[in-house]
């Protein structure tokens, strides 16, 4: 079968280790989630051999990307398996994309508490351990706490004035040593909840602390000369030694949260994310994030944290984070974990981020595509992730440059074939706007270059790349519609930090994979653009201020004048400024001769 050698190459890179994956196909939809004790080898497997199965075999020829997560065991896999398929419900998923899900122990919310087994949880106070993927298994811990403890079973109201009644009598359950009887005062609400407190422990795997427990209260019989008693903790403790299970705890007071960890070196950043539900992880990222102007580490978690949230949708009022230090985030507190089951969280994050780190490492290693024919190769892949029609092998890219709303420009670069294609540059001087106005600037350069085009009737590019979000991309469709134009031009949009990619009418972005060509390929197209435009918009600058009627002012260099024009902008600004703020910018000597200047020209002409 032939395969894209970019995905083999990345599939090649997987680590060997517990986790979960994702398929993608060409417009970046989960059409299939897995889970693996080995991740390279399941997923390698799927591209290794001719597949009988007619559906894997339709399966695997949509693949066009592989995203995955590293846990930290097989039953944690399953459990994250099962959320992502709830929560993408992907096509080829046929086993768990119905609405049933795994199957909780409750300590019910109740006088005298019931402990048993449901798939339903309720808003009711209840405590909820599991999920527990394998029945069998929590079937065995169920039999082992009837076997341990006694506890009711009935479904009796045990109100404290229903049981003062008298209308209950002991069942079956009570003759043969099972439950103490509580429905006839047989057993108060305080022992029964010592005994509660013990099945916790149990089921949120303290085995420890339990053991603990029932040491001090083995002495405490043994004290009172309560030997019975002391040797029933004995026996529990023996009990105990045998059972090793760990479940993690979830209660419907305990809110969901993210974890988010971030580090810097002195070339890259990188993020973990992880979004929990009601003590599941529903979702999982980890890429290396922009951080152009190297800001601390702790702005770059405030930064960033808002984005994600919005991008997976989150609300989550608590996050964990990596870094042990207050951040400042609306209506969000931040906490930095050192034990428990949140640090574990907070380890999963980092152990995703170093594994994304090396597979960067690996595939940079492993490279086999000749870098000849790399170009058509972005090219190739941002026609499969944007859904076009063709490959786009004529991109045009604009970008804007200004200083506080002078010297405006708009830099448009061409690509074809994916390389640059630098005669075919243009730049545009800003006319119509007045001020910093980006959108403006954005929607006047769009429309004079297609205006052109489409008179000249010269070829449209097959892609159109604005530089810029949600707001700058709006601003050149209504360009493009008004030289009704949107059905033959493609528009994207590039926004910063997070490199999401926007498409008109669709709300929610889009994330390429930091490590495709096709992200590359934008992000070397905004660059260009940004570079070609910036430096246009300084040698404007430097002309309009070098090339004024202040070069007349015998004393004044160069520098000062473009001082003047960058701090008042024109010279009508500077000649009604405050002469005590224009010594602060070029010294009183250098004011003196200015206002001199003025003076004189002033009284030439009035005469």
């Not at 930095?336 to 994304?356: C, S």
């Not at 730049?427 to 769009?446: H, I, Q, R, Y």
Request: glycine share 4%; charged share 25%; net charge positive.
């Amino acid at each position: 079968m032939n395969f894209q050698k970019n995905l083999i190459s990345k599939v090649q890179t997987l680590p060997n280790h517990p986790g979960v994956y994702q398929y993608l196909d060409q417009k970046g939809k989960v059409i299939y989630v897995g889970k693996a004790v080995d991740l390279k080898k399941r997923v390698s497997s799927y591209f290794q051999k001719e597949h009988l199965d007619g559906k894997t075999r339709t399966l695997v020829r949509q693949v066009h990307d592989v995203q995955f997560t590293v846990v930290g065991n097989e039953l944690e896999a399953l459990l994250l398996e099962n959320n992502l398929i709830k929560t993408y419900r992907p096509r080829y998923n046929v086993l768990l994309k119905d609405d049933k899900t795994y199957p909780w122990i409750v300590i019910k919310n109740e006088p005298f508490s019931r402990v048993f087994s449901t798939r339903k949880k309720f808003k009711d106070g209840s405590l909820y351990f599991g999920p527990y993927p394998n029945v069998k298994q929590m079937n065995k811990i169920l039999q082992l706490i009837g076997e341990l403890f006694q506890l009711r079973t009935c479904t009796l109201d045990l109100r404290e004035e229903k049981i003062n009644q008298n209308k209950f009598k002991v069942c079956l359950e009570y003759h043969i040593g099972r439950c103490a009887g509580p429905c006839q005062n047989f057993q108060s609400q305080e022992t029964y909840n010592q005994t509660l407190h013990a099945v916790r422990l149990l089921l949120e795997g303290k085995n420890y602390s339990l053991t603990q427990f029932l040491k001090k209260e083995m002495a405490a019989f043994a004290s009172v000369q309560s030997y019975e008693k002391a040797q029933r903790c004995k026996e529990l403790i023996e009990a105990l030694t045998k059972y090793h299970a760990k479940s993690m705890v979830v209660s419907d007071h305990r809110k969901s949260f993210d974890v988010c960890y971030i580090e810097k070196n002195n070339e890259e950043a990188w993020l973990g994310y992880l979004v929990v539900k009601e003590g599941n992880i529903v979702n999982a990222y980890a890429s290396k994030v922009s951080d152009p102007l190297d800001v601390p580490l702790a702005t770059l978690y405030i930064q960033l944290i808002p984005q994600l949230q919005a991008h997976f949708e989150s609300h989550s009022k608590e996050i964990i984070v990596g870094i042990d230090k207050p951040l400042f985030l609306a209506d969000t507190k931040n906490s930095y974990p050192k034990i428990g089951e949140k640090k574990q969280l907070l380890q999963m994050a980092i152990n995703n981020v170093r594994h994304a780190q090396l597979q960067v490492k690996k595939a940079k290693i492993n490279k086999s595509v000749s870098e000849k024919n790399l170009p058509m190769q972005a090219v190739n892949e941002l026609q499969l992730a944007l859904g076009l029609k063709e490959p786009p092998q004529y991109i045009e890219c604009f970008d804007n440059s200004n200083l506080q709303g002078t010297n405006a420009v708009s830099a448009c670069v061409v690509f074809k074939n994916g390389l640059p294609s630098n005669s075919d540059y243009r730049l545009f001087n800003v006319k119509s706007v007045v001020g910093p106005d980006d959108f403006s600037t954005m929607k006047e350069a769009v429309f004079r270059r297609y205006h052109r085009l489409k008179e000249e009737g010269s070829p449209l590019p097959n892609l159109v790349v604005i530089d810029g979000g949600k707001g700058q991309l709006s601003a050149a469709m209504e360009a493009v519609h008004s030289l009704n134009l949107q059905n033959e031009l493609h528009l994207i949009g590039l926004a910063k930090r997070l490199e999401e990619i926007y498409k008109p009418g669709v709300s929610k972005s889009m994330l390429l994979s930091r490590r495709s060509l096709a992200l590359k390929l934008v992000q070397q197209l905004r660059d260009e653009a940004h570079r070609f435009g910036l430096s246009h918009h300084r040698s404007r600058r430097s002309k309009n201020a070098l090339g004024s009627e202040l070069d007349q002012i015998k004393g004044l260099g160069p520098k000062t004048i473009e001082i003047l024009f960058q701090e008042f902008k024109s010279i009508s600004a500077m000649k009604s400024a405050d002469p005590k703020l224009i010594s602060k910018k070029i010294g009183a000597a250098k004011t003196r001769l200015l206002l001199q200047y003025f003076s004189k020209n002033q009284s030439a002409n009035s005469l």
